[in-house]
């Protein structure tokens, strides 16, 4: 009986120690458990932020993909139109170039002929100014004796100039041509004989003084004398073996082409004067500048 009582009073000895240790061992392990719940929790909370950034970020890819898609299929459709139209021009290509060559034939045909008249051109030119000199240089040569006596012969603007005073060819208020103004002129025009593709312009030219009175022959103003002057000179040149009468042209010019002032004695004596003006025939190189 002793022994059934003393193993009574042990059970529950035995029984309470058996539960704190069972028990120590559930508290732990809901510590961990709430532990693990704490850092759980903390994480869905990241998750759920992350999950709505992703979100976002979706709606802004998806918006892009559309507008991706929508610039592909403007291309695609521009891509279509130049593929049509590439079959078009390749198409059209060979006869496209053949009608472009011909016409850059043509245009080279047409530089061809324009360079070659050109250059014709630029030959008589050069020929034409050559016998000018030549022309000027006989010219002075044969009228040597005259210069210094009011006789000058000068080149320029593409002519020959022979300029003699009054003093030379005529007495004062006369129109009649001395002796030594007569024997000027032949020789002029024994050099212009030679040269019959050569026009001859003879100007008469007067100073400012009025006509006093009536001269020989009814002349009342400078216009009048000029012309009657150039005339006599015409007159002169004309009978010479080999002059072409259609080449001569005289002129009066009166007081109105002055080459010095009209206010000394020394200027007014320059400007009474024949003018002789040797001008080359233009009309071939007149053609040629209107063929190009």
Known sequence: MKKILLAACCIPL??????????????AKY????EELERLTGESSDLKSQSFDLGTKNQSLQSQLEDAVAERDKLKVAYDQLQKEYGSLEKNSD???KAEIERLNSLKKELDGKSSRVAELEGKLAAQDKN?????????KALFEFEGKGLTVEQKNGKVYVSMENKLLFPSGSWTVS????NAVEQLAEVLAKNPDIAILIEGHTDNDKIMGNLGGGITNNWDLSTK???AIVNIIEQTNGIDKKNLTAAGRSEFAPIASNSSATGKAKNRRIEVILTPKLDEISKLLNDL
């Open 95 to 97: 006869q496209a170039i």
């Open 14 to 27: 035995l029984t309470s120690c058996v539960t704190r240790r069972l028990y120590n061992e559930l508290d």
């Open 179 to 182: 002796n030594e103004g007569k």
């Open 31 to 34: 510590k961990n458990c709430a």
């Open 132 to 140: 000018l000199r030549n022309l000027k240089e006989s010219l002075s």
């Open 229 to 231: 002057r150039a005339t």
